[in-house]
DNA sequence: AGAGTGGGCCTTTTT
DNA sequence: GGCCCACTCT
């Protein structure tokens, strides 16, 4: 199946990629696969991104139309990556395939046909925060007992319908299974839950687990429609199957099903976000689900020197459920890994600073080294000695560009004058104005909502509520920037109207309201210059709900760009650092103390060591300290990580001679235990 | 509505 | 040790 496309030999005559010469046995196998089901097991560093581009080149180069291709991918950076890599690779030829995460793919989808499932084209995306507040109006107006101490906040309402539409398993499991003391108010929550859907659909929004969702039922429910994107969707290709959900895999299946020539590339060991719904499953019964599929392995590793592979290799073992590999070194030779012992998390701090100080006297520029761990508060002690000692650092976390309050204020005003059914947009908005709370804003609402489904101007519909008397005159001026930006309910372009909104009302907003006025208002700036590429304001929200990454925006980029990275083991993933320092190995912190009860999660904990142990080229110090100081809450004494007891001891070595850790209390490691309780 | 205070809680995160 | 939330007071 699916070989007839790509026997014809290619239009445009003679190949211009030698596959053979640039890729490895294992990776040329893979490529070029005859088609149907196709499992790439590839392990860590094996050029995974690499085949999957050569496998695109290849069918392109085979006569297939780009238009025929989709390549699903989990993140936008994943997407853009891979499509940038393949067009290095063909130039034009390469243009027009359909290439996204699946959300962006749904929503390319669902824009066209949303009228077959009780949407319009035109609906807004509700991102997690919009979400919430939405949530929050939603389950007060349900009757739910919301003043309940007991009764989850919209946050964890979220969490909880997110699992469920990601899991395709009903609410009551859910929360069976993970949150068992919501046993006894099921009730109230599924009300809210139904309540929500309506809500949704009243306002013509979805949120991101619609985009997915809804794709599903409305290919499920419109054969005809399916059937369309059957035909064009002739190879199928998806990246980090290992992380999908079900309702992912779902939607991969309805798609590629009729020429069944379905790509998927992963590395069941490195499957890490099973606590947001992805199924391990999908890529451990692939074979099953594809009778014929072709399995490929992908092990040979280019990042890393032996000595690292040995310890990722020895640190995987301990799980059961896995596809049997073993990664082998390209490289020859290198440092074996450091297993660094400290007193306290003072000293695992000041060790892993002088460490970074000796390799970059080496050498190794600061941009090259990373310290990850498994939380976020792991890196406090050393954020302050990077600080002390004067060393450039940056840390993966925290808001990102489309999340920041300003750029969603500005883009309330832009999705309610496009889609003003839109509640969640219109609240935010009014919100702004003084004397309006959340229950001026209901009130608001109520009485613009009938009209603003009406073709009458936003001046007319918004005389009919009554503002509180302190924002009568800026009531005024909102109504007529609406209109501004939407005359005739025709939206003018995005970059236009972001500059009125802020003229108009937002830039008084923003110097009354924050400390830092000139950067946000050099933001908006940015955000304006980013919206002149797109064509339409709808369009250009889309991809503001959907694109929630900062790279490049970069108006504020800073100047120094040779910093350590400071990251999340989770935020790490895919990437690679000359040297790697991995800290609080100890128990309770990695693996986290809530999993060390569930088997299930324990083996997720040993994927995410390995993860972090793979990250490194030619330099790893795994760290742990005896000690934890200054912590407010939990048990001082640490004990080792048993994912370091796990690892044989010859293939660690002890910190080198020249930066000993300070004290050198020879640990004690077994038959103390008792001692530490 | 908004500022101020005390109590409880404490992974990981993309779209 | 610090943040977020709920509650109280103005």
């Not at 299974?177 to 859907?197: K, S």
């Not at 310890?311 to 490289?331: D, H, M, P, S, T």
């Not at 600073?353 to 761990?373: D, H, K, P, T």
């Not at 609240?427 to 004397?435: A, F, N, W, Y």
Request: proline letters at 5%; a neutral charge; aromatic letters at 8%.
């Amino acid at each position: 199946m699916g070989a007839e496309a790509l026997s014809a030999g290619g239009p445009s005559g003679a190949t211009r990629i030698d596959y053979a010469a640039e890729l490895n046995e294992q990776q040329l196998a893979a490529v070029t696969s005859p088609g149907g089901g196709a499992l790439v097991i590839a392990g860590a560093g094996s050029g995974k991104t690499r085949t999957l581009t050569y496998r695109v080149a290849w069918l392109l180069e085979n006569g297939l139309h780009p238009w025929n291709i989709l390549l699903l991918t989990f993140t936008n950076k994943a997407a853009r990556e891979m499509l940038a890599r393949v067009t290095e690779l063909l130039g034009p030829d390469a243009d027009g395939i359909w290439g996204g995460t699946f959300h962006s793919i749904g929503n390319r989808i669902l824009r066209r046909h949303a009228g077959l499932i009780g949407f319009r084209p035109g609906f807004s995306i509700l991102d997690r925060e919009d979400q919430s507040d939405l949530l929050k109006s939603v389950a007060a107006d349900a009757g739910a007992p919301v003043r309940d101490k007991r009764f989850p906040k919209p946050d964890v309402l979220a969490e909880l319908f997110s699992l469920s539409a990601n899991t395709g398993r009903p609410l009551p499991e859910i929360v069976h299974e993970r949150f068992g003391y919501f046993e006894d108010i099921l009730d109230p929550i599924a009300a809210v839950h139904a309540a929500y859907d309506r809500r949704k659909q009243a306002a013509n929004v979805m949120d991101f687990d619609d985009l997915l969702l809804r794709t599903n039922q409305l290919l499920a429910s419109h054969a005809d429609v399916a059937e369309h994107y059957r035909d064009q969707f002739r190879h199928v290709l998806v990246d980090e199957y290992q992380d999908t959900n079900l309702v992912q895999s779902e939607l991969v299946h309805l798609l590629g099903s009729k020429h069944g020539n379905i790509m998927v590339v992963g590395d069941d060991a490195q499957s890490i976000y099973s606590w947001r719904g992805a199924n391990f499953e999908n890529i451990l019964n692939f074979p099953k689900r594809h009778t014929g599929a072709q399995t490929y392995r992908i092990e040979t590793n280019y990042r890393s020197v032996p000595g690292i592979l040995d310890v990722a290799n020895a640190a995987i073992r301990g799980n059961v459920r896995q596809f049997e590999k073993n990664l082998r070194a390209w490289r020859k030779e290198g440092a074996r890994p450091v297993l660094a012992e400290l007193p306290t998390n003072n000293d695992q701090a000041a060790y892993v600073v002088s460490q970074i100080l000796e390799l970059n006297r080496q050498g190794i520029e600061f941009r090259e080294m990373a310290v990850l761990y498994r939380a976020h508060f792991h890196s406090m002690e050393i954020q302050l000695e990077l600080t002390r000692r004067g060393i450039p650092f940056e840390v993966t976390s925290g808001l990102r560009f489309f999340e920041q309050a300003h750029v969603k204020d500005v883009a309330a005003f832009l999705k309610f004058a496009v889609n003003p059914s839109d509640e969640t947009a219109f609240r935010r908005m009014v919100r702004l104005l003084p004397g309006v709370g959340e229950k001026t804003a209901d009130s608001l609402w109520s009485a613009v909502r009938a009209g603003s489904a009406s073709p009458a101007p936003f001046g007319e519909v918004l005389l009919r509520a009554k503002p509180p008397s302190r924002a009568e005159k800026i009531w005024s001026q909102l109504a007529a920037t609406l209109d501004e930006i939407a005359p005739d309910r025709k939206p003018i372009a995005p970059d236009r109207a972001i500059e009125a909104v802020m003229e108009a009302v937002y830039e008084d907003y923003m110097r009354a309201e924050f400390a830092n006025y000139e950067n946000r208002r050099e933001d908006l700036r940015t955000l304006a210059g980013y919206a002149r590429q797109f064509g339409s304001t709808e369009d250009f929200l889309a991809q503001v709900a959907l694109l929630t990454n900062v790279d490049g925006t970069g108006s504020r980029a800073d100047t120094e760009t040779d910093r350590v990275v400071l990251s999340s083991v989770h935020q790490a993933k895919g990437l690679e650092w000359r040297a790697v320092f991995v800290v609080w190995l100890s128990e309770g912190m990695f693996p986290s103390s809530r999993s060390v009860e569930k088997p299930d999660a324990l083996e997720e904990e040993r994927r995410l060591f390995y993860v972090a142990v793979t990250r490194g080229r030619d330099h790893l110090h795994l760290c742990y300290p005896q000690i934890r100081l200054g912590g407010g809450y939990g048990e001082p004494f640490q004990r080792r990580s048993r994912f370091l007891a796990e690892l044989p001891a010859h293939l660690l070595e002890k910190p080198g001679a020249d930066e000993k850790p300070r004290a050198a209390s020879p640990a004690k490691k077994t038959g103390s235990r008792d001692w530490w309780y």
